[in-house]
């Protein structure tokens, strides 16, 4: 029965610590980008930052647009990239990864429709790179580009204003260790609560003992404290980006 089961976990384990180790030293640990063994350097550090495998995953494959974080989906072999993504998966604490890597090199990425000029100028600005992390794709995603801190977007506000306006009753207060922040739950399982402190940006994942974690309904919390990078008619053109990008 062991055996069986040993068996039958040979290809989610089937990737090489040591070509991870290898890949990653070779392509991110280069002290200029991530440290050694996921430690800060001149980009973030990477370990035990709580990340989870479908985040591993994209990041490592379509890099993070307009930040010196680039995809590696075309550049690496099929296996180093799982060897690689399993790698900085274990640094967080994932130990049998199961890892899909989507589509191959030259597959077609997701469909983006042809956009109106207006729209395809509100592309531009939602990922525009000159805004910082201003820009709405530090914390959207639209059609696989960005960073899904939140849901989809699905209500797409009728203008300006309306965005600025946004209710939003995802946002929870979380206090930890006596101090409170504003949330937006992601898990809460028996071991671990993994949720994004919306206190700075970007936004920051934190995984927390769920015992020393309280939850509250509410938050002093408006999405208008992350549109400020653009005025109205820019959001205007990034509604209308919206508009045409997202499919009902
Ligand atoms: C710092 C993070 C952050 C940034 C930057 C940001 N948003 Fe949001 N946005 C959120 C959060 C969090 C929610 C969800 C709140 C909720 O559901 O309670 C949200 C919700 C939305 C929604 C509603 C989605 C729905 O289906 O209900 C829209 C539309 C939206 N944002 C558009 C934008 C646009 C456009 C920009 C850029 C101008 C932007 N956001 C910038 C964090 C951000």
């Not at 440290?35 to 479908?54: H, I, M, N, V, Y």
């Not at 974080?69 to 967080?92: C, E, H, K, Q, W």
């Not at 042809?114 to 992390?133: N, P, Q």
Request: charged share 15%.
């Amino acid at each position: 029965m062991t055996r069986a089961l040993l068996f039958l976990l040979v290809p989610v384990l089937g990737w090489s610590q040591s070509l991870g180790e290898k890949v990653f030293a070779q392509s991110c640990g280069t002290g200029y980008c991530h440290g050694a063994r996921g430690t800060p350097a001149g980009a973030p550090r990477l370990a035990g930052r709580g990340f989870d495998q479908s985040y591993i995953t994209s990041t490592i494959m379509r890099g993070l647009p307009g930040t010196a974080m680039p995809a590696f989906g075309a550049t690496l072999s099929r296996a180093d990239l799982i060897a690689v993504v399993a790698y900085v998966a274990s640094l967080n604490g994932i130990a049998n990864p199961s890892i899909d890597l989507g589509p191959g090199p030259g597959a077609a990425g997701p469909a983006e429709p042809a956009l109106s000029a207006e729209a395809e100028r509100g592309r531009a600005l939602f990922f525009d790179a000159v805004r910082g992390f201003g820009r709405c794709s530090t914390c959207h995603e639209v059609n696989g580009i960005g960073i899904p801190v939140t849901t989809l977007i699905e209500k797409i506000p009728t203008d300006a204003a309306a965005l600025r306006a946004l209710a939003t009753p995802a946002i929870r207060t979380a206090t930890v260790a006596g101090e409170a922040m504003p949330a937006l739950i992601v898990s809460q399982g028996k071991t671990r609560a993994l949720f994004y402190d919306l206190t700075s940006v970007p936004p920051v994942l934190r995984t927390v003992d769920p015992d020393a974690l309280k939850v509250s309904e509410g938050s002093a919390w408006r999405h208008a404290s992350v549109t400020g990078a653009y005025n109205d008619a820019e959001l205007a053109s990034i509604l209308a980006y919206l508009r045409e990008a997202i499919k009902p």
